[in-house]
């Protein structure tokens, strides 16, 4: 979790509460995140959440 809140690259703040939910979750290497939308929306407003995933803003998967 903590490279989500030092390390990231520049996030928009709408995209902050749902990376570090998915931080949250994750393994120790980082993966294996798989929070459903109903408790990333619990970490953020659910349109947030919702509209945070579907930005253009947001990384895409390596």
Do not use: K
């Not at 949250?24 to 995140?33: E, F, P, V």
Request: glycine share 4%.
């Amino acid at each position: 979790m903590s490279w989500a809140l030092s390390d990231a690259p520049d996030v928009p703040p709408s995209c902050l509460a749902v990376l570090i939910g998915l931080a949250n979750h994750a393994h120790a290497d980082g993966r294996g995140a798989f929070p459903s939308q109903e408790r990333l929306a619990f970490y953020a407003a659910s349109r947030s959440a919702r509209s945070a995933m579907t930005s253009p803003n947001w990384p895409a998967s390596a």
